[in-house]
């Protein structure tokens, strides 16, 4: 019994350290959305709703990462990252429904690839802020930000 209850914690462990592996290595495998832009034709739909899942998902870190915090500035940056979630999700859905075969089953798909993405961004705003870093100054954060920032601009225009 006690050399199962062993055996149970070293497979337990060797398990969570390989999940935290996998999320340690997709945090930093993770391409910059300008250089994913740079390869890729803006106007192919699978590319854009990429694109929009890599916003939503960085808007959702975003604004799940600023959920607790004080302040007139925190509040503000929160409901800033919600209403840029929510607009990216609307022209994204729009999209699926003019492009796709079946909007459904790609809106669960795509729902699903943002929870993956947006687990990658939480865990890489970790890693920088633990480091004492600014995530502006991240390349992928802080660029990613701007590049998203502009698709919101894009898509709020054309409403």
């Known amino acids: 019994m006690k050399n199962l209850l062993k ?3 070293v497979v337990g ?3 969570c350290a390989n999940s935290l592996y996998a999320v340690e290595q997709d945090a930093s495998a993770i391409v910059p959305l300008s250089k994913y832009l740079e ?3 803006v106007k192919d739909p699978i590319v854009t709703t990429y694109v929009y899942d ?3 998902s960085l ?3 975003l604004a ?3 959920k607790n915090e004080k302040g007139t500035e925190a509040e503000k940056f929160h409901t800033n990252a919600q209403n840029a979630y929510t607009d990216v999700v609307k022209a994204e859905a729009l999209l699926l429904l003019k492009t796709a075969k079946d909007p459904d089953v790609a809106q669960k798909e ?3 690839a943002v929870k993956r993405i947006q687990k990658i961004y939480s865990t890489r705003m970790d890693k920088v802020i633990d480091l004492g870093q600014d995530m502006m100054n991240d390349g992928v954060i802080g660029g ?3 590049i998203c920032a502009e698709i919101v601009k894009r898509i709020r225009t054309k409403q």
């Open 39 to 41: 390869k890729n034709d």
């Open 7 to 9: 055996n149970l914690l």
């Open 13 to 15: 462990v060797m398990t």
């Open 64 to 66: 799940i990462g600023s």
């Open 54 to 56: 890599r916003c939503v």
């Open 110 to 112: 795509h729902t699903e």
């Open 59 to 61: 808007f959702l870190a």
């Open 144 to 146: 990613d930000l701007n």
